[in-house]
């Protein structure tokens, strides 16, 4: 089964290192979630991985070869698509040209259509006028269409009320269904953990808890506190 493995990653910025040796494996398919208090490193960890920015130890992996070196750009030729924080679209187009960015055809468009029918009553829409949930459903389907194998998510729900972004949690494990291997980094911790195969915690720039059923820290509530607090 193919799959992003990072093996003892620290990443720093300014004087130090803000998350350090870092474990994980995320395997097509699956979600795992990423969690833990704000200011733990996660998104730092997430710009590492896509090639935002470098990291300064360890070694990144796709299907056991070192990415460590390569650009953002040839990462994303690789397959890894990263959704960073807030709703990077492009306000002044259309639902319909946010996606043919990625999605190219008019082939490739009713493709992904079908995997986000809410989108199509509002294709024609300028992208302004959509609700926050219906933005980020935007940014979601244009990750989509480019076909990802590994799907970088960072903080999807950031102003928006739990309620809405529930509507976007199927859509998620959906992409998953698919076959592409979603890391989620998430504010909503029980939501986050209530549709993730694995789920890890990072607090105070390290792994609290390392990569394990999110089933176990989804059932278990003073283990889940105690690994924010960095027990």
């Known amino acids: 089964m193919s799959e992003l493995q990072l093996n003892g990653v620290t990443v720093s910025r300014g004087a130090g290192p803000v998350v350090s040796d870092v474990e994980l494996v995320l395997r097509r398919g699956e979600i795992l979630a990423l969690v833990g208090p704000n200011g733990a490193g996660k998104t730092s960890l997430l710009e590492s991985v896509s ?3 470098g990291h300064s130890a360890g070694d990144i992996r ?6 460590a070196k390569w ?3 040839q990462r994303s030729r690789a397959g890894i698509a990263h959704i960073e924080q807030g709703r990077a ?3 002044s187009l259309t639902v319909r040209e946010n996606l043919l960015l990625t999605a190219r055809t008019d082939a490739a468009l009713q493709e992904v259509l079908q995997s986000f029918p809410e989108l199509e009553k509002r294709i024609d829409n300028q992208s302004a006028l959509l609700s926050g949930g219906e933005q ?3 940014v979601l389907a244009r990750a ?4 990802p194998r590994f799907l970088l998510i960072d903080e999807m729900s950031l ?3 739990p309620v809405v972004f529930m ?6 494990q959906q992409i998953a269904e698919s076959g592409v291997g979603v890391l989620l980094v998430e504010q909503f911790t029980h939501l986050a953990l209530g549709i993730a195969t694995d789920a890890m915690v990072v607090s105070s720039g390290r792994v609290s808890h390392p990569q394990g059923p999110a089933r176990v820290l989804a059932d278990d509530e003073a283990l889940l506190r105690r690994s924010y607090l960095g027990g």
């Open 51 to 53: 090639g935002v920015i």
């Open 62 to 67: 796709i299907d056991g070869e070192s990415i």
């Open 71 to 73: 650009k953002r750009v």
């Open 89 to 91: 679209i492009f306000p």
């Open 136 to 138: 980020q459903m935007v």
């Open 144 to 147: 989509f269409a480019s076909k």
């Open 159 to 161: 102003g928006l009320a």
């Open 167 to 172: 509507r976007l949690l199927p859509v998620i």
